[in-house]
Nanobody, 124 residues
């Protein structure tokens, strides 16, 4: 069974940092693009970042570029999202997902498997 489990969320002050983890079972991350998405209350789910399987190329939404870093540890079947310089507008439930076609994309409809999400709250 394919499963994705996010962890690492929590409450931090503005300017703080968190590292989210996405652990996979049932498949090997090495072969798929892994994306991070987030959804804030009252807003649509948006793509945050992704990392491809082919060459490890990365994409970042403009809103997080320069602050967030995505990485992967294929031996552990885990993808990370290091979030620095967090802002209140980063508050959302963060989801990881896998694209079995290994595309360079953060379009939610292109992702086949999803985790349950982890809450990130940035507040004073």
């Amino acid at each position: 069974q394919v499963q994705l489990v996010e962890s690492g969320g929590g409450l931090v002050q503005p300017g703080g940092s968190l590292r989210l983890s996405c652990a996979a079972s049932g498949f090997t991350y090495e072969y798929y693009t892994i994306g991070w998405f987030r959804q804030a209350p009252g807003k649509e789910r948006e793509g945050v970042s992704c990392i491809t399987s082919s060459d490890g190329s990365t994409y970042y939404a403009d809103s997080v570029k320069g602050r967030f870093t995505i990485s992967r540890d294929n031996a552990k079947n885990t993808v990370y999202l290091q979030m620095n310089g967090l802002k209140p507008e980063d508050t959302a439930v963060y989801y990881c997902a896998a694209d079995t076609f290994s595309r360079m994309s953060v379009e939610p409809y292109q992702y086949d498997y999803w985790g349950q999400g982890t809450q990130v709250t940035v507040s004073s």
